[in-house]
């Protein structure tokens, strides 16, 4: 008998090997930040959210927003796990004519709640959107995931000044802190400091979990909800290329056209999560 994690962590490498499968099929992408969300996507795709893929625009729905867009990839692998839309399509990834580009569009793909892309601007819109839920009485959550680099952006630090203004207590912020961007380290382009340290002085509810552990996601969000009047901050303690050794190590794992050597540890791994997922289901 499977038990509820066994199946989370099923669920955590089925994602894992579409993302990484689409991917591969594209040629090229997001690989280092859409394998760091994989964990969290799978525990909220997997166990949290209320949402019904056969009616994507309910109303009682809880509220997700990619705010770190390029990590599209990884969700796109979630919102297919969860039937919103079929496997083949996972293979038009930013091509022309997809339902699926490069950062989610609320217009084109069913299960997206908030096109994003342009960083700063989704954790802004999630904060809008949990703002509308509470002056309307509804008891929807909206969680969101926000980068490490991303937080260079001012605005995002206006957005959850606001949000804790508001005590917009069912508003759940995790932060992927990764430690890279799109230039190199964080650390080295505008060292973040301590994450734990700026949301509660921020006015938030804040946790910083090993953002590799499904169980110690799951704990932080149960102890976030029992907050009455604050908005909850989960830093994520991840590694770009987060579940794939050779993309944790790679240096330049943001954005990735692979050679012939990654493609070769790409096609490895590929191979080790679908050996993993049949052994689940034999």
Same mark, same amino acid.
């Given at each position: 008998? /499977? &038990?509820?994690?066994?199946?989370?962590?099923?669920?955590?490498? #089925?994602?894992?090997?579409?993302?990484? !499968?689409?991917?591969?099929?594209?040629?090229?992408?997001?690989?280092?930040?859409?394998?760091?969300?994989?964990?969290? %996507?799978? $525990?909220?795709?997997?166990? $949290? %959210?209320? /949402?019904?893929?056969?009616?994507?625009?309910?109303?009682?729905?809880?509220? @997700?927003?990619?705010?770190?867009?390029?990590?599209?990839?990884?969700?796109?692998? *979630?919102?297919?796990?969860?039937? @919103?839309?079929?496997?083949?399509?996972?293979?038009?990834?930013?091509?022309?004519?997809?339902?699926?580009?490069?950062?989610?569009?609320?217009?084109?793909?069913?299960?997206?709640?908030?096109?994003?892309?342009?960083?700063?601007?989704?954790?802004?819109?999630?904060?809008?959107?949990?703002?509308?839920? #509470? %002056?309307?009485?509804?008891?929807?959550? &909206?969680?969101?995931?926000?980068?490490?680099?991303e937080l260079n952006e001012g605005q995002c630090w206006e957005a959850f000044q606001f949000a804790a203004h508001h005590k917009l207590n069912r508003l759940v912020v995790f932060v992927d802190d990764n430690k #890279?961007?799109?230039?190199?380290? &964080?650390?080295? /382009?505008?060292?973040?400091?301590? @994450?734990?340290?700026?949301?509660?002085?921020?006015?938030? @509810? &804040?946790?910083?979990?090993?953002?590799?552990?499904?169980?110690? /996601?799951?704990?932080?969000?149960?102890?976030?909800?029992?907050?009455?009047? !604050?908005?909850?901050?989960?830093? %994520?303690?991840?590694?770009?290329?987060?579940?794939?050794?050779?993309?944790? =190590? !790679?240096?330049?794992?943001?954005?990735?056209?692979?050679?012939? !050597?990654? =493609?070769? *540890?790409?096609?490895?791994?590929?191979?080790?999560?679908?050996?993993?997922?049949?052994?689940?289901?034999?």
């Open positions: 008998m /499977i &038990t509820a994690l066994e199946h989370l962590e099923t669920f955590r490498d #089925k994602i894992r090997l579409l993302t990484l !499968k689409e991917l591969h099929h594209l040629g090229f992408g997001h690989y280092g930040g859409s394998l760091s969300i994989v964990e969290v %996507l799978a $525990v909220l795709y997997g166990e $949290v %959210l209320r /949402i019904d893929p056969q009616n994507p625009r309910w109303e009682g729905r809880d509220y @997700f927003i990619l705010s770190k867009g390029h990590g599209g990839p990884a969700y796109y692998a *979630a919102l297919c796990l969860k039937g @919103f839309f079929p496997e083949e399509m996972l293979y038009t990834l930013n091509q022309n004519g997809t339902r699926l580009p490069s950062h989610p569009d609320r217009n084109l793909t069913p299960g997206v709640d908030m096109t994003t892309g342009s960083l700063g601007q989704g954790i802004s819109a999630a904060v809008g959107v949990a703002l509308s839920h #509470k %002056l309307s009485g509804m008891d929807n959550y &909206t969680y969101t995931i926000v980068g490490d680099g #890279k961007q799109l230039d190199g380290p &964080t650390k080295e /382009i505008i060292d973040p400091l301590d @994450f734990v340290q700026k949301f509660e002085a921020f006015g938030f @509810f &804040t946790l910083k979990v090993d953002g590799s552990s499904i169980q110690e /996601i799951l704990q932080a969000i149960k102890l976030g909800k029992e907050q009455a009047d !604050k908005p909850v901050a989960i830093i %994520l303690d991840t590694i770009k290329g987060q579940g794939v050794p050779y993309l944790e =190590e !790679k240096a330049d794992n943001h954005h990735l056209r692979p050679d012939a !050597k990654d =493609e070769e *540890a790409i096609m490895e791994a590929i191979d080790r999560l679908e050996r993993q997922v049949r052994r689940v289901g034999e």
